[in-house]
T-cell receptor
Framework: RKEVEQDPGPFNVPEGATVAFNCTYS??????FFWYRQDCRKEPKLLMS???SGNEDGRFTAQLNRASQYISLLIRDSKLSDSATYLC???????????FGTGTRLKVLA | DVKVTQSSRYLVKRTGEKVFLECVQD?????MFWYRQDPGLGLRLIYF???????EKGDIPEGYSVSREKKERFSLILESASTNQTSMYLC????????????FGDGTRLSIL
């Protein structure tokens, strides 16, 4: 099993829709989680940090399910500008290395 | 805001050349990282450094070396560039601690001809 697994997509959704995608992780010791967004040919940028059961920031909600070892990202009222690839990153105490998921591609359609 | 600056956005070099990629961060971060990103493969860690003059191999260090003489600067060196090193190279930095997010530079798109 891969350390971090994400559905590559693409998820094609109309503007205004709600979309959610999951990220599963294999290391049960993972404690903190990050979601990054990456636009085409650009660098990843931090979207959200998740330290406990979840986090909400405007239209974006991250929820953590430790029992099933996945973290989800929900985007409400999708905008064209939300089109990007979303990378999941679980982190584990005692290691410098972060394992990045390969990302889920979202396309919001007009 | 954290600023991670990479020396070049685009770079074209020839096979066999020694190539230097520079990265500077302005937030006094202890940890710095070099990744390469290729389609379908995601981000792969080449080397990282957790302190000045300290370096550790990542997952794909072959053909690369690094230098960290000052806290703010982390250099990636391609000893003898090859065509399979054509890629997007991303530098990142963060504070120590696993609850700290990484901040990325805007990348160097390197082509080896």
């Amino acid at each position: 099993r891969k350390e971090v697994e994400q559905d590559p997509g693409p998820f094609n959704v109309p503007e205004g829709a709600t979309v959610a995608f999951n990220c599963t992780y294999s290391n049960s010791a993972s404690q903190s989680f990050f979601w990054y967004r990456q636009d085409c040919r650009k660098e990843p940028k931090l979207l959200m940090s998740v330290y406990s059961s979840g986090n909400e920031d405007g239209r974006f909600t991250a929820q953590l399910n430790r029992a099933s070892q996945y973290i989800s990202l929900l985007i409400r009222d999708s905008k064209l500008s939300d089109s990007a690839t979303y990378l999941c990153v679980p982190t584990t105490s005692g290691t410098y290395k972060y394992i990045f998921g390969t990302g889920t591609r979202l396309k919001v359609l007009a | 805001d954290v600023k991670v600056t990479q020396s070049s956005r685009y770079l074209v070099k020839r096979t066999g050349e020694k190539v230097f990629l520079e990265c500077v961060q302005d937030m006094d971060h202890e940890n710095m990282f070099w990744y390469r990103q290729d389609p379908g493969l995601g981000l792969r860690l080449i080397y990282f450094s957790y302190d000045v003059k300290m370096k550790e191999k990542g997952d794909i260090p072959e053909g690369y070396s690094v230098s960290r003489e000052k806290k703010e600067r982390f250099s990636l060196i391609l000893e003898s560039a090859s065509t399979n090193q054509t890629s997007m190279y991303l530098c990142a930095s963060r504070l120590t601690g696993n609850s700290q997010p990484q901040h990325f530079g805007d990348g160097t798109r390197l082509s080896i001809l």
